[in-house]
């Protein structure tokens, strides 16, 4: 079993920072690419960053700049730094990983549980 715990949102001004974190544990036996969608409400889901195994970075336009992606291979962990938060970043943020467990011959996507972040006065 594999799980993916996120950690660090929460509510901040317009123009500060949070990191978000999500750490994948169980029986893992590679990930390759990790990242991040966002959930505002009323509005579908939406890719914001990924970053392969070897560390190449990929960002939706509007974050670009502000947010940067980074991992840490030896604790299977992404972060999400934001900078410079809009009220448009308010949405639930979730990891997600693209793993083989043990025991299996393919990779699939595994999902955190979401994080609220809310950027708000």
């Known amino acids: 079993q594999v799980q993916l715990v996120e950690s660090g949102g929460g509510l901040v001004q317009p123009g500060g920072s949070l990191r978000l974190s999500c750490a994948a544990s169980g029986n893992i036996f590679s990930i390759n690419a990790m990242g991040w969608y966002r959930q505002a409400p009323g509005k579908q889901r939406e890719l914001v960053a990924t970053?392969?195994?070897?560390?190449?970075?990929s960002y939706r336009s509007s974050v670009k700049g502000r947010f940067t992606i980074s991992r840490d291979n030896a604790k299977n962990t992404v972060y999400l730094q934001m900078n410079s938060l809009k009220a448009e970043d308010t949405a639930v943020y979730y990891c997600?990983?693209?793993?083989?467990?043990?025991?299996?011959?393919?990779?699939?996507?595994?999902w955190g549980q979401g994080t609220q972040v809310t950027v708000s006065s």
């Open positions: 970053i392969t195994s070897g560390g190449n970075t």
């Open positions: 997600y990983g693209v793993i083989r467990d043990s025991g299996s011959n393919y990779y699939r996507n595994y």
